[in-house]
């Protein structure tokens, strides 16, 4: 109906019962409408409510002699002041709606160009999202609406995170929907209800918590983050250093200004216990990371040991998110510790007197004043467990209530509903087995299966049989180096709990640029495209190499005591290619021959010459030899 445009128009027209108009409010115009695109006509119809929109469109397809549909399950509605695609009337100056309607044929035919897609973008009144709605409501089977309902879901739902912005290609987009697919195979169409009922119901607990709490900006929990998101890529790309940044950002929302400023923040949340930084590794076991029986050692009982079911690092840290104003308890906790440190604390509770003291271990130790004897030591694990209301022993539960009336009295508050969030660094994550450390664990960290959340999960803990769920508001970061071959076994297991965030060299990060005529951005470059050739670009060496280097020897010491080493491991007994890579000018080529070995009658005479490359020293290339070579890397 390209060319029976009116004819579009009287249709929507009768369908609808009323006129569509095109109105210019700044100037107090309106224009009875005279041509329109097919996304304006298929927008138009979705910009009432639900009972009206499906009213709407069974008029329409009785009018086209179509099947009447029984609902529209999976259809977006469309925002009232967000109609029209095309400009008004005194702005169309750029054949608009011929532009769309040529885009409508390119989408139904899937020939849509980077050139076409690109126009249409950058049209006034389109974006991103709007132009990706359109593509989903006339072809729902193979494009997909970028919208907030639906990139919020795919990130709860698959910690999937999708970035579009007015630079995004077609391309782009395509490699989107493929990377949804690798999370499921359900049509876009079934994605997009899913995601708006999943919208719905966030929204309607979302007011339910306002009505119920209003939110102060310490309420606030960074949300720009994904809750699993893994930094990966090869040596020296800076994924320590940007998960420590990244916990910052989340923890704090402050970005430092400084390295000093950086440091001082991150040692105050470590302080804190509200940033815990750990390291995989083969040895680490579920019983590290989540829980175990561990033996205790206690001073105070000539250093006798103990069997106990202790929390692990990952358990401690949930504990501590779940806890009511987790923060200030931890502070509180620290001024009961400090005051104690000075002597006994009395505290009155049902008529009787109560002493706190540190025991050798340095945990509490509370009894009836007039009965030392008849105390208990308290660990700090079981009067959490109290405060989250979970099984303790019985003659326990008096002294933790005790211990908690004291807490409070040092400001912390047990009723509290902010809750601050937690971050977890495990660096080279891909170093450990995941499937044993995290255990049944592993579905509990995935963002719709946290505690408060709509398909939240527990377990019962094979050790402490208590039950257990992940809080939404404790961040996991891993880091992982991807000339580590384990990266590939990790893709089942975490590909669909965590984010991946590819960390690459960064040319531009230098103190200083040039070194004596040595520019270390071309450098670098020229190093990697060659690494490139010969491996690939998980084996590229990351800019924080050459981040201190300040002047020749500093860049000496870095090619020889880090560079060359590194090489040396990717290309192991086959230096020739460091070569290759590097120059000539850092081997010592050995000459072998049948004249250098014992004589023997040796068949294969032909193998005993060749050639050997050995890696010279650093006190064998001269400052001077060294500069050549470094310009040969640039120029040969």
Not at 117 to 122: A, D, K, P, T, V
Not at 311 to 319: A, E, M, R, S
Not at 331 to 340: D, F, G, I, Q
Not at 580 to 595: A, M, Q, T, V
Request: proline share 4%; charged share 30%; aromatic share 12%.
């Amino acid at each position: 109906m390209k060319d029976r445009q009116k004819e579009l128009i009287r249709l929507l027209e009768e369908i609808l019962g009323e006129k569509p108009k095109e109105k210019e409010k700044d100037k107090g115009l309106e224009f009875e409408l005279e041509e329109i695109d097919p996304f304006t006509f298929i927008s138009y119809l979705n910009k009432f409510g639900q009972a009206k929109r499906l009213q709407i469109i069974q008029n329409l397809a009785k009018k086209l002699n179509l099947t009447v549909p029984v609902d529209i399950d999976g259809v977006p509605s469309t925002n009232p002041q967000n109609v029209w695609w095309f400009p008004v009337k005194s702005e169309r100056t750029n054949n608009e709606i011929e532009k769309l309607w040529n885009f409508f044929y390119l989408a139904v035919e899937n020939k849509i160009t980077d050139e076409a897609f690109s126009e249409i973008l950058h049209m006034k009144g389109i974006g991103i999202c709007k132009l990706t709605d359109g593509l989903y409501l006339i072809n729902p089977e193979s494009y997909l609406c970028l919208d907030d309902p639906v990139t919020d879901y795919l990130k709860d739902k698959y910690s999937l995170t999708i970035k579009v912005d007015k630079n995004t290609t077609y391309q782009d987009y395509l490699r989107i929907l493929e990377e949804v697919r690798k999370y499921t195979d359900l049509p876009f169409y079934v994605i997009s209800d899913e995601a708006w009922n999943y919208h719905k119901d966030k929204k309607k607990k979302d007011e339910t918590v306002e009505k119920r709490e209003p939110e102060s900006e310490t309420n606030i929990i960074n949300t720009s983050f994904p809750l699993n998101q893994i930094l990966y890529g090869p040596p020296g790309t800076g994924k320590t250093y940007n998960a420590i940044n990244y916990a910052i950002q989340i923890t704090r929302q402050i970005k430092p200004q400084n390295e000093i400023e950086r440091r001082k923040i991150f040692n105050e949340l470590l302080e804190e216990g509200r940033v815990v930084f750990t390291t995989f590794h083969q040895s680490v076991s579920y019983e590290y990371f989540i829980e175990g029986i561990k033996p205790v050692t206690h001073k105070e009982q000539n250093n006798a040991i103990s069997y106990e079911v202790l929390p692990g690092i990952f358990k401690t840290l949930c504990d501590r998110a779940t806890l009511p104003d987790g923060v200030d308890f931890e502070k509180a906790y620290k001024t009961l510790l400090n005051e104690l440190k000075k002597g006994p604390i009395n505290i009155s509770s049902d008529n009787k007197i109560y002493r706190i003291v540190l025991n050798l271990d340095n945990e509490l130790y509370i009894y009836p004043k007039e009965n030392q004897d008849k105390g208990y030591t308290i660990p700090k694990n079981t009067l959490i467990s109290y405060i989250l209301n979970r099984n303790i022993p019985e003659n326990l539960t008096n002294f933790c209530k005790i211990i908690k009336k004291q807490l409070k009295s040092y400001g912390w508050n047990d009723k509290s509903g902010k809750k601050d969030s937690y971050v977890l660094i495990i660096d080279e994550i891909n170093r450990g087995n995941i499937a044993q450390i995290f255990g049944e664990l592993i579905t509990l960290i995935e963002a719709n299966k946290r505690k408060g959340e709509i398909e939240e999960l527990e377990v019962i803990l094979p050790y402490s049989k208590t039950s257990f769920s992940v809080p939404s508001n404790l961040y996991i970061i891993g880091t992982m180096n991807t000339t580590d071959r384990n990266v590939e076994a990790l893709d089942t297991a975490l590909r669909r709990r965590f984010s991946f965030i590819e960390m690459e060299p960064e040319y531009d990060k230098f103190k200083n640029e040039n070194i004596e005529d040595i520019n270390l951005k071309d450098l670098l470059r020229v190093i990697n495209d060659r690494i490139i050739g010969l491996l690939d670009k998980d084996h590229c060496i990351g800019h924080s190499y050459f981040m201190n280097v300040e002047n020749l020897q500093d860049l000496k010491q870095v090619f020889f005591n880090k560079i060359i080493p590194l090489l040396q491991e990717y290309f192991y007994g086959r230096y020739e290619k460091i070569g290759l890579i590097l120059s000539s000018k850092f081997l010592n080529p050995i000459e072998y021959k049948e004249s250098k070995y014992s004589k023997l009658d040796f068949p294969y005479e032909e193998d005993l010459e060749h050639t050997v490359y050995l890696i010279k020293s650093e006190n064998e290339v001269p400052d001077e030899e060294f500069k050549e070579a470094l310009k040969e890397i640039m120029t040969s």
